[in-house]
């Protein structure tokens, strides 16, 4: 037993290093109960292969059938799948030919929507992370780019333009992105 607790505990101090690595990365800090919901957040998807296989609008929607407590749970895991599909496998978005932002939207609304159906002391919690949504993902996505690139250039503008991801708009400027000469002002060249 107490092996198996060494284990854990290794675990979760890996997944937190992780994390402070790409806050560091960019610039910005999590305070301990969101960095600690996103570490047990990635300790349980981790395990599934299975992460999103059906249509996250349609398990949304199924979820307000359901009595409170297990539509509280499965909009809890529609806004953790969203989340980690944005951050770490932004590039299934463009399998199921959508952009980023819709799991962006679907993860913040289901987080939104646990706010104001909790009691308060746990509502704070996804309100945050509901507000917080777009900086979470890019921490997961600074992770996702220590090993390869999280997105290309058009989906980065995409994602930038459709949720003010600082860092997508980094790595889109980081790409140069060419003009065409037709687009350059004549008048200037002079």
């Known amino acids: 037993m107490a092996h198996n607790l060494i284990l854990e505990q290794t675990e979760v101090a890996q997944w937190h290093s992780l994390i402070r690595e790409a806050e560091e990365q960019c610039s910005c800090h999590l305070d301990e109960s969101m960095e600690s919901y996103l570490v047990f957040t990635l300790m ?5 292969q299975d992460l999103a296989t059906q249509a996250v609008a349609l398990d949304y929607l199924r979820s307000h ?10 909009l809890r895991d ?5 989340l980690l599909l944005s951050g770490l496998y932004p ?5 199921r030919l959508v952009r980023v932002s819709y799991y962006v939207n679907m993860g913040r609304s289901a987080y939104h929507h646990i706010s104001d159906n909790v009691q308060q002391s746990i509502a704070e919690l996804y309100r945050e992370l509901a507000e ?3 900086v979470l993902m890019d921490l997961l ?8 690139p999280a997105l290309q250039p058009i989906q980065n503008l995409e994602l930038w333009s459709d949720t ?9 400027a980081g790409d ?3 003009l065409h000469e037709s687009l350059i002002d004549t008048r200037t060249r002079q």
């Open 141 to 148: 996505q600074a992770i996702r780019e220590f090993s390869s």
């Open 65 to 74: 059938g359901l009595p409170r407590s297990l539509r509280i749970e499965q």
């Open 44 to 48: 349980r998807f981790m395990k599934d």
């Open 176 to 178: 140069a992105m060419p």
């Open 132 to 134: 917080a949504f777009v």
């Open 164 to 172: 003010g991801s600082t860092a997508a708009f980094d790595r889109m």
């Open 91 to 95: 590039q299934r978005a463009e399998k």
């Open 78 to 82: 529609i806004g953790d799948q969203c």
